[in-house]
């Protein structure tokens, strides 16, 4: 864990690489409730967890590293296609994680009633929910669904603070073994919106830039990448 003064910060690597620990994860407001639930409760008060979030504010790291630490499994939704293979899941893992919940499809919400249905009755297993959207933001094809997903209880990661993001910005670069000038972090924070998604995507295309052109990283380029960018 990455820590500083008087917060912890947090940035999603989680496109990078297959193994997650928690000193990719830094803490701060935005995220601190769930990490705090998934890590330091000793027992959950419930089987049942919805953590949302927009894009690139870290629900998918965080829960990766949780499932990670359990030897449980994480599965996008769209993969779960097949209701016969929920009983082999339930009984090969006890921790759960099902990610990229978007869009219903009335078939993917027989699935997911299926699955937590199963999962209430097995007393030492956890199942995590994971989207972009908070629970009452979906359009649901029948009411059994939606009586489960408000009835669990529901997390969400926010988007961090300006000084938070600088943070993250920084780190991201000098993992990436890049040097950033105070003038041009300035501009980006000027000139770019300011959210998790945004930065990742600026920081990778910094990254692609300097790995492809002999030039120096300069405020003319930074402009060029970021207005090509919207």
Known sequence: MVTTNNFQLFFDFSNIKNHYSIKDII?????KEVYQYLFELNNWQSQFLFIYGNKGVGKTLLSKIYIQNKSGIHISLSDLTDISKIDYILQTYKNIAIDNITTLTKEQEI?????????QGLKEHNLIFISRKAPNQFVFNTNDLKS??????SLQITEPSDDVLKA????????KQFVITKSILDLIFTHSKRDCQTLIDLANKIDNFLATNNKKLTISIIKDIINNMT
Do not use: G, P, V
């Not at 009633?113 to 199963?118: E, M, R, T, W």
């Not at 489960?148 to 209880?153: A, D, E, G, L, N």
């Open 111 to 119: 699935i997911l009633i299926h699955l937590y249905n199963s999962t």
């Open 168 to 175: 993250l910005f920084i780190k991201n670069l000098t993992d």
């Open 148 to 153: 489960r997903f408000f009835s669990m209880i």
């Open 27 to 31: 803490i701060s407001d935005f995220n």
